[in-house]
């Protein structure tokens, strides 16, 4: 179930420097409020060409000079926009995901971390995205298309692989709560 489904609309701030930190946060606020098993994602990615000071980090949707949130395209040209002014070949995306889970019966909480790399596409997507606007410019292959091009069928196969270790301790911990 999403939190759309429990009719919870609420968002929860991400106020901490970590992915981890956000990650267990939103599962204990959204835990919480919804009374059930809850499971949270946060992001950080870095890459390969962009200057230490200039990494988003934790900030993937509020990259900018003002960290206000940007909506699926302007995260896209702010992109194009850093692609001119980096044009080294072989970029890469290095994610880190903070997936954390809560029990609101018994307080008990958990996280893992799962790093995924990707690639730089040459073309950007024309697809429009619906809330991951990163995947226009991305592919799991090095001169690969982009995520967006992708059918479900491979999509899903293609996270199923890089969750593994993350399935792996939240089925244990589920077991275990």
Not at 54 to 63: S, T
């Amino acid at each position: 179930m999403s939190l759309l489904d429990l009719g919870i609309a609420e968002k929860v701030d991400e106020i901490f420097e970590t992915n981890s930190e956000n990650a267990i946060h939103k599962a204990i606020a959204y835990g919480k409020m919804s009374g059930r098993i809850t499971l949270a994602i946060d992001e950080a990615v870095t890459t390969n060409f962009l200057p230490e000071n200039e990494q988003p980090g934790v900030y993937v949707r509020r990259f900018g000079g003002n960290k206000k949130e940007l909506t699926d395209r302007e995260v896209v040209d702010v992109w194009k926009k850093l692609y001119v002014q980096y044009p080294q070949k072989n970029k890469k995306f290095i994610w880190n995901f903070a997936a954390a889970f809560f029990n609101p019966e018994n307080l008990s909480k958990g996280s893992c971390l799962v790093n995924q790399s990707s690639y730089a596409v040459e073309k950007f997507s024309k697809r429009k995205t619906t809330g991951y606007p990163m995947s226009a410019i991305m592919s799991p292959v090095k001169g690969g298309k982009s995520y967006l091009e992708f059918d479900e069928k491979k999509l899903w196969a293609i996270e199923q692989e890089n969750f593994k270790g993350f399935l792996d301790v939240f089925d244990s911990w589920l077991r275990d709560n």
